[in-house]
């Protein structure tokens, strides 16, 4: 497993952006799947986007695909979520999850999980 360390969240108004990056520590960053995935208050946590290890493969949420980009830097040990439009709705903590296998949308098939980091967007 790798340890998983997310930043870059904070206040933003309606229509701006964020980039989350999510820090790995251990020597099998680049061979494990990434995923962003949120939960915003009184809500259960839900899938944003996912990336293969070696880019080829990424999904994204209807909710936020056209206005989020998933990317990874396998040289840095580091996944990145640029988020632009924001809207009031995005708010939520995002959690950045890893895996070994195949790229996924599931939630329990993800065995490493960051601390989340909080993103509000005002209206």
């Known amino acids: 497993q790798v340890q998983l360390v997310e930043s870059g969240g904070g206040l933003v108004q309606a229509g701006g952006s964020l980039r989350l990056s999510c820090a790995a520590s251990g020597r099998t960053f680049s061979a494990n799947v990434m995923g962003w995935f949120r939960q915003a208050p009184g809500k259960e946590r839900e899938f944003v986007a996912a990336?293969?290890?070696?880019?080829?493969?990424?999904y994204y949420a209807a909710l936020v695909k056209g206005r989020f980009t998933i990317s990874r830097d396998n040289s840095k040990n580091t996944a990145y979520l640029q988020m632009n439009s924001l809207k009031p709705e995005d708010t939520a903590v995002y959690y950045c999850?890893?895996?070994?296998?195949?790229?996924?949308?599931?939630?329990?098939?993800?065995?490493?999980w960051g601390q989340g980091t909080q993103v509000t967007v005002s209206s």
């Open positions: 999850a890893a895996k070994m296998g195949l790229v996924t949308t599931e939630e329990r098939l993800f065995g490493s």
């Open positions: 990336i293969s290890s070696r880019s080829n493969t990424i």
